[in-house]
């Protein structure tokens, strides 16, 4: 099975831009979460969408948005970048299990920096 | 409230040596647990989970954790380090609170194995 893909991989943007971030679970996965990770502050929870619905959000703020389709690839999307949201953002996929919660696959990332 | 602690930042281990991470976590229910791997500008890589079956658990590369509810710790150990394992490992807990994957994540201990 071919694993969670992210694209792009690079991303440059300056600040006031806007920036989407695509990302494709594997094959029947029907969750997909995103996360922030920088030196900061490590690694931090955007949003986690099942069923095109979005199940649970962290503590960004609302330029973060997300959104998922039938299929389940999932993007997100950042308005109004700040230099502060340079970071790695990483996808991740978990399959259906009992109770619907099970380990998390990640991707690749997408490394996005503002400048 | 959930959360996992890491108590060592970094790690330096000579190559063949035993490795010990430490990790403990805090939780109202029984915790999901996990030991996730990231090497240089990759992805994370999940080495093992714990979902309260057994204690201890082995996971991938020759690592293994034990969960002790009696001193809410999941260490992970390898009895012989390779230079392959120099990364950086994160211990994390799975949110128990309504529907989610949410992960939350330690702040990470970068590993170095000297030859």
């Known amino acids: 099975k071919a694993g969670v893909t992210q694209t792009p991989r690079y991303l440059i943007k300056t600040r006031g831009q806007q920036v989407t971030l695509s990302c494709s679970p594997i094959s029947g996965h029907r969750s997909v979460s995103w996360y922030q990770q920088t030196p900061g502050q490590g690694l931090q929870f955007l949003f986690e969408?099942?069923?095109?619905?979005?199940?649970n959000k962290g503590n960004f703020p609302g330029r973060f948005s997300g959104r998922q389709f039938s299929n389940s690839r999932s993007e997100m999307n950042v308005s109004t970048l700040e230099l502060g949201d340079s970071a790695l953002y990483l996808c991740?996929?978990?399959?259906?299990?009992?109770?619907?919660?099970?380990?998390?696959?990640f991707g690749p990332g997408t490394r996005l920096t503002v400048l | 409230a959930q959360s996992v602690t890491q108590l060592d930042s970094h790690v330096s281990v000579s190559e063949g040596t035993p490795v010990l991470l430490r990790c403990n976590y805090s939780s109202s229910y029984s915790p999901s647990l996990f030991w996730y791997v990231q090497h240089p500008n990759k992805g994370l890589q999940l080495l093992l989970k714990y979902t309260s079956a057994a204690t201890l658990v082995k996971g991938i590369n020759g690592f293994e954790a034990e969960f002790k509810k009696s001193e809410t710790s999941f260490h992970l150990t390898k009895p012989s380090a390779h230079m392959s394992d120099a990364a950086e490992y994160f211990c994390?807990?799975?949110?128990?609170?309504?529907?989610?994957?949410?992960?939350?994540f330690g702040t990470g201990t970068l590993l170095a194995v000297q030859p």
């Open positions: 994390v807990v799975r949110l128990r609170s309504g529907a989610t994957n949410k992960l939350i």
């Open positions: 991740a996929s978990s399959p259906p299990a009992a109770g619907g919660y099970n380990e998390q696959f």
């Open positions: 969408y099942f069923s095109e619905t979005q199940r």
